[in-house]
């Protein structure tokens, strides 16, 4: 269901500066599959997450999603296809600091204007399953590395997506609570969702729930 | 659903506000400061515009004195009767009035004389002497404007005032009334009195006015008679109400002038914030844009969630101004800031701005300010909005 083709991504940093960030790079993932891309730093691995969910263009090459060519897509399209199916939980979390735990998590649903106890059940089933529930009006800047990171995988979840990416998700995490993601991983493998994690955690390597381990090195993809 | 107003997107904005209080504080303060000064140099311009027409309309066609050397001298009252009897005159009124200086707080009134059996020259006059008589019982009367009461109430002068004549003797006069005034301009300092005991105050002979004030049934005729005027008395200065106005006007528009200025300047200032906040968004603000974006927000969602922050606090801000100047202005009766307008009137008594409410200033106000703010807010943000959300929050 998430195809890329021959995909290049230039990075032109001036005129005479160039990083070439993917080279001709093919990959396929089937729906429900769980895919880990390993890789050292500046691979390229991001760089492909950020392809998928459409938050940034290929220079060539295409990006197909459910026959859909999202890497053409219009910018406003682009949004409205992330929306509807990508839960994106980045490295940095990107919650927005100075909001409350359940404000973070509504976001991705706000534009939609839905109706008040659409938004109480969706955000009831995703704080319980992530376990922040207790913490839905706590400040996001006061919460510890490992809640914000529940908040930021709720947010992800909210719009029950079909794809979910991380990035890096363990880079954070001590190793209790990196084990503890591995876990929550596992329950989204159960809920069928299209999982494609970026990482260098040796935690992710070899465990039996991941279907495939894809190794990148220096914008291209080793076979 | 899609036409119902996005109540979340409103608390969102309104959360965006409040998160940043400092800044949005300043930007309150800093706007509402602009829009009450702006506002309130309009409210007053508009009250001195409304005072200045009605009392320009008040003044009369034509008025005669006679001049030597010169100077200005006190006129026969019987030159009214050749003064009738020139073609196009309506009425001739001899007056009898003057400047009355009041040491004790150091202000000149206007002191009026009137004769109850003549014509008067202007309606509140003629109300006035309807009302109350001037001479009764051996005892004189005068009529004051409230400037006038105000200052006398301060010296203790409460039912009657002795004015002090030339030769340093006094005269008695018992305050038989206040003015209801028409304009506040012109009344605030005039006392109204019979013309004998005016003339007493001001030692002049019985038979002589001040000046002689005109009616003319055509004022199309006004420069011709003037003419005529001058050919049977060579020794008058004839001013009519277009003189009078012209020079009106023209102390009026040299204030405005310097208000003009100061209203450019806080222009300017105001431009200058919206050039600061133009020149570009915070790496936070570029951030929130850029994560609203990545989790499925479109550049139009992000724009409209700007405009509601925008409006409501530029609105706000706007609507604060203008209710405080409201307030400073015809409330207080905007210290400070009117005695620079109401230099021109000699008198320092209190004065009153009259209300006239003009939905133009408002407009004006509005304009100059709150859709610039938002303008001024969306358009950097939609230029981030625009850039790979990629760019922004990496
Ligand atoms: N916006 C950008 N501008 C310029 N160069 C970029 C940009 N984004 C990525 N790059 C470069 O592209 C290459 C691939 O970056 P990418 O972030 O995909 O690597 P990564 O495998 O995710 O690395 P890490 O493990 O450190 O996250 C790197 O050399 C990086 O410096
Ligand atoms: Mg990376």
Redesign the interface.
Known sequence: MIELKNITKIYEINKSDKVIALDDINLRIKEGELVVLKGASGSGKSTIL?LI?A???PTSGEVIVDTKKISKLP??FA??Y???N?G?I?QKY???P??SVK?NI??????L??DASD?QNKLDIVTNRFNISHKENAIVRNLSGGEQQRVAIA?ANI?DPKIIIADEPTANLDEKLSLHFIEILRELKVLNKTIVVATHDPLFFGLDFVDREIEVHNGKIVV | ?KN?I????IE?AI?AIL?QKAKSFFIVFVFTLLTFLLTSVFFITSSLKYELDATVDSLPQIIVQKIKAGRHYDIDEDVVDTLLGIEGVEDAVARVWGYYYFANAGVNFSVVGLNEYEKQYKNSFEKIVKKIELEKDDKSFMVVGRGVQKVMNKSYYKEYFNFIKPDGTLKKVNLGGVFDADTELESNDVIVMSKDSAREIFDMDEDKATDVVLKVANPKEVRTIVSKIKSIYPDTRIITSDDLKVSYQNIFDYKSGIFLALFIVSLFTFFIIIYDKSSGLSSEEK??I????????????VLKEKFYESFIISFFAYTLGVGLAFVFVYMFQAPLLQNIFVGYSQLKTDFELPFVFDFQTLFLVFFLSVPIYIGATIIPSWKVA?L????V?R
């Open positions: 950020s969910a938050l940034s263009k910018d406003n949004s409205v992330r929306r509807d990508i994106f980045f990107n919650l927005i100075t909001l404000e509504i976001l991705p649903l706000v534009p204007n839905p938004i947010r719009n | 659903m119902k996005n109540l979340y997107l969102y959360n998160r951030r929130e850029g994560i609203l974006k990545a989790i499925g927000w479109r550049v139009d969602d625009t790979e959300a990629d760019e929050i």
